[in-house]
């Protein structure tokens, strides 16, 4: 992929300007790219919490802080919550 990057963001370009000149609305795919972020987040930052635990991955020398773990544990839950919150707003953007 090194290689060959700059055909990579020359594919993604145009496709995107395939895609935004097909369905428009710039406006609705930015809200609706925002709300797949608020989505993938939270279990994102779970699977990196996860892993700050784990010991094969982190080493035998690092302790991850608990109040990093716990702090971060409620900005899952919280963020969470709103992701599930927005579920029926996303979906009435493809309806």
């Known amino acids: 992929i090194m290689e060959n990057e700059k ?5 993604f370009i145009a496709v995107s300007t395939v895609v935004m ?6 406006a609705t795919l930015l809200v ?3 709300a797949v972020n ?9 699977t990196v919490l996860a892993a700050s635990r ?3 991955i982190v080493g035998e020398n ?8 716990v702090l971060g544990i409620v900005a899952v839950v ?4 709103g992701a599930v ?7 009435t953007i493809f309806g």
Do not use: D, E
């Not at 000149?21 to 710039?26: A, F, I, K, S, V």
């Not at 919280?78 to 919550?81: A, H």
């Not at 919150?85 to 979906?91: E, Q, T």
């Open 32 to 34: 609706l790219a925002g």
């Open 62 to 69: 690092y302790k991850h802080p608990t109040i990093l773990l």
């Open 7 to 11: 055909w990579f963001v020359i594919g």
């Open 78 to 81: 919280l963020t969470g919550i």
């Open 21 to 26: 000149t097909l369905l428009g609305q710039p």
């Open 54 to 56: 784990n010991k094969k």
């Open 38 to 46: 608020g989505l993938i987040l939270p279990l994102t930052l779970l």
């Open 85 to 91: 919150r927005s579920l029926p707003n996303i979906l």
